[in-house]
C-alpha cells in the first residue's frame, strides 16, 4: 500500500484517478475545493479547500504522501483567453507553493501531474511526438507549458520525481458501474453533444471549414478510465524500478476522431433534434493526435476502453443511469 493524494479529486479526472489508485490497494487522500459525495466513494481522507490554501497544505505534509497526483487546476481553453490572470494564477502561482512544499518534505514523493495536449500548439507533424516543439496558442496551454518547465527544475534542484501526462481529450465514464462521470455542464463534445440529445436541446457544433476531411475538427479521445490507470501504472514503475526523473508522456490513443462523427454516433444512437453550425472557437487547433509509445514503452500501458463508440456509451449510462 502506498500513500497517495490527489489535488482536484473531485473533479472529472481527479476522481478517476483516486478510485483507480483505490481499487489498486493505496491509501488516497482527496484535496479540492469542491465537494461531490459520489467522488468521494471509498477514499480514504478527504479535505475540501483550494490546494495552495495552508490547511491543504498542512493535510498534504501530515499525509507523507508517496505519490502526489496534481489534477487541480483551470482548464478552459476558450476563458484562459479572456481571464488569463486566473489561469496563470491557480495553474502556475499555486504550484510554485505548492513544490515548495513538496521540496521540503523527508522524502521525496513522486509527482503526477495533469498536462495537456495544448501545450503543442498547431502541430507540425501527426501523430504528435513528446519531443515536438513546445508552442501554445492559448493562455491555458502556456500555463501548462510553463508547469512543465517547473517540475523539470524541480527534479534537476530537488530530486523531485515527476511525470507530466499530456492529456488529449479525455471523455466517458467509470466503465463498470458507471456511478462516476462528467458534471453536467461539461464543454467537450462528447459531453455536450449527449447532454443536448437527453435534455432535446439544440446542439452548437464549433467550425465546418477547418482544414479536415469534414471540415470539423480531429481530436484523439481517451476513455477517463483508461487514463487513471496510466496514473497506477506510473506509480507502480517508479516503486519496481527507482525512478528519478521528470518525464512528458503523451496520453491518447493515435486514432483522430472529428466532431461529425461524434454528432452523427450520437445523433443515430441517441438522438439530437437540431444542430446548428458556428463560428469556430479561439484557440482550437485543426488536428491533434498523439503519438503514444512513450506510455506503452515506459509503462506497459495500453487503451481498453478509448474506442469512441464504447467512450460515448458509457458517458450516455452515467448521464442516464441505465
Same mark, same amino acid.
Not at 496563470?88 to 507553493?97: G, T
Not at 503519438?291 to 500501458?301: F, I, K, P, T
Given at each position: 500500500?502506498?500513500?497517495?493524494?490527489?489535488?482536484?479529486?473531485?473533479?472529472?479526472?481527479?476522481?478517476?484517478?483516486?478510485?483507480?489508485? !483505490?481499487?489498486?490497494?493505496?491509501?488516497?487522500?482527496?484535496?479540492?475545493?469542491?465537494?461531490?459525495?459520489?467522488?468521494?466513494?471509498?477514499?480514504?481522507?478527504?479535505?475540501?479547500?483550494?490546494?495552495?490554501?495552508?490547511?491543504?497544505?498542512?493535510?498534504?505534509?501530515?499525509? =507523507?504522501?508517496?505519490?502526489?497526483?496534481?489534477?487541480?487546476?483551470?482548464?478552459?481553453?476558450?476563458?484562459?483567453?479572456?481571464?488569463?490572470?486566473?489561469?496563470?494564477?491557480?495553474?502556475?502561482?499555486?504550484?510554485?507553493?505548492?513544490?515548495?512544499?513538496?521540496?521540503?518534505?523527508?522524502?521525496?514523493?513522486?509527482?503526477?501531474?495533469?498536462?495537456?495536449?495544448?501545450?503543442?500548439?498547431?502541430?507540425?507533424?501527426?501523430?504528435?511526438? =513528446?519531443?515536438?516543439?513546445?508552442?501554445?496558442?492559448?493562455?491555458?496551454?502556456?500555463?501548462?507549458? %510553463?508547469?512543465?518547465?517547473?517540475? !523539470?527544475?524541480?527534479?534537476?534542484?530537488?530530486?523531485?520525481?515527476?511525470?507530466?501526462?499530456?492529456?488529449?481529450?479525455?471523455? &466517458?465514464?467509470?466503465?463498470?458501474?458507471?456511478?462516476?462521470?462528467? =458534471?453536467?455542464?461539461? %464543454?467537450?463534445?462528447?459531453?455536450?453533444?449527449?447532454?443536448?440529445?437527453?435534455?432535446?436541446?439544440?446542439?452548437?457544433?464549433?467550425? !465546418?471549414?477547418?482544414?479536415?476531411?469534414?471540415? +470539423?475538427?480531429?481530436?484523439?479521445?481517451?476513455?477517463?478510465?483508461?487514463?487513471?490507470?496510466?496514473?497506477?501504472?506510473?506509480?507502480?514503475?517508479?516503486?519496481? +524500478? &527507482?525512478?528519478? &526523473?521528470?518525464?512528458?508522456?503523451?496520453?491518447?490513443?493515435?486514432?483522430?476522431?472529428?466532431?461529425?462523427?461524434?454528432?452523427?454516433?450520437?445523433?443515430?444512437?441517441?438522438?439530437?433534434?437540431?444542430?446548428?453550425?458556428?463560428?469556430?472557437?479561439? &484557440?482550437?487547433?485543426?488536428?491533434?493526435?498523439? =503519438?503514444?509509445?512513450?506510455?506503452?514503452?515506459?509503462?506497459?500501458?495500453?487503451?481498453?476502453?478509448?474506442?469512441?463508440?464504447?467512450?460515448?456509451?458509457?458517458?450516455?449510462?452515467?448521464?442516464?443511469?441505465?
Amino acid at each position: 500500500m502506498k500513500r497517495v493524494v490527489v489535488t482536484g479529486g473531485c473533479g472529472y479526472i481527479g476522481s478517476h484517478v483516486a478510485r483507480a489508485f !483505490k481499487l489498486a490497494g493505496n491509501h488516497v487522500t482527496i484535496i479540492d475545493r469542491v465537494h461531490r459525495e459520489h467522488t468521494l466513494k471509498d477514499i480514504d481522507a478527504h479535505f475540501i479547500d483550494d490546494f495552495a490554501s495552508d490547511g491543504a497544505l498542512s493535510v498534504l505534509i501530515h499525509a =507523507e504522501p508517496d505519490v502526489i497526483v496534481h489534477c487541480a487546476g483551470t482548464s478552459l481553453v476558450g476563458p484562459s483567453i479572456d481571464n488569463p490572470s486566473e489561469y496563470w494564477d491557480n495553474n502556475v502561482v499555486k504550484l510554485i507553493k505548492l513544490m515548495d512544499v513538496v521540496k521540503d518534505l523527508p522524502k521525496r514523493p513522486l509527482m503526477l501531474f495533469s498536462s495537456s495536449a495544448s501545450v503543442y500548439g498547431e502541430p507540425d507533424t501527426l501523430p504528435i511526438p =513528446e519531443k515536438h516543439r513546445i508552442d501554445p496558442i492559448s493562455p491555458y496551454g502556456n500555463t501548462k507549458a %510553463t508547469c512543465e518547465r517547473i517540475f !523539470k527544475d524541480y527534479y534537476t534542484a530537488y530530486a523531485i520525481p515527476s511525470v507530466c501526462f499530456r492529456f488529449f481529450n479525455a471523455a &466517458g465514464a467509470e466503465p463498470h458501474t458507471y456511478n462516476l462521470g462528467q =458534471e453536467p455542464g461539461a %464543454t467537450h463534445i462528447v459531453a455536450r453533444a449527449l447532454e443536448a440529445s437527453i435534455n432535446k436541446q439544440p446542439f452548437k457544433l464549433y467550425g !465546418k471549414t477547418y482544414n479536415t476531411t469534414d471540415g +470539423t475538427c480531429v481530436r484523439d479521445y481517451i476513455h477517463v478510465w483508461d487514463l487513471a490507470q496510466a496514473h497506477v501504472l506510473a506509480a507502480k514503475m517508479k516503486f519496481a +524500478t &527507482g525512478y528519478a &526523473g521528470s518525464q512528458r508522456v503523451n496520453l491518447g490513443t493515435g486514432n483522430g476522431v472529428s466532431n461529425y462523427e461524434i454528432v452523427n454516433y450520437v445523433r443515430s444512437r441517441y438522438g439530437l433534434t437540431d444542430v446548428e453550425t458556428v463560428a469556430p472557437r479561439m &484557440g482550437d487547433p485543426a488536428v491533434l493526435v498523439a =503519438e503514444c509509445n512513450q506510455a506503452r514503452h515506459l509503462l506497459n500501458w495500453e487503451p481498453k476502453f478509448s474506442d469512441i463508440n464504447t467512450i460515448i456509451d458509457s458517458a450516455y449510462r452515467w448521464y442516464t443511469r441505465v
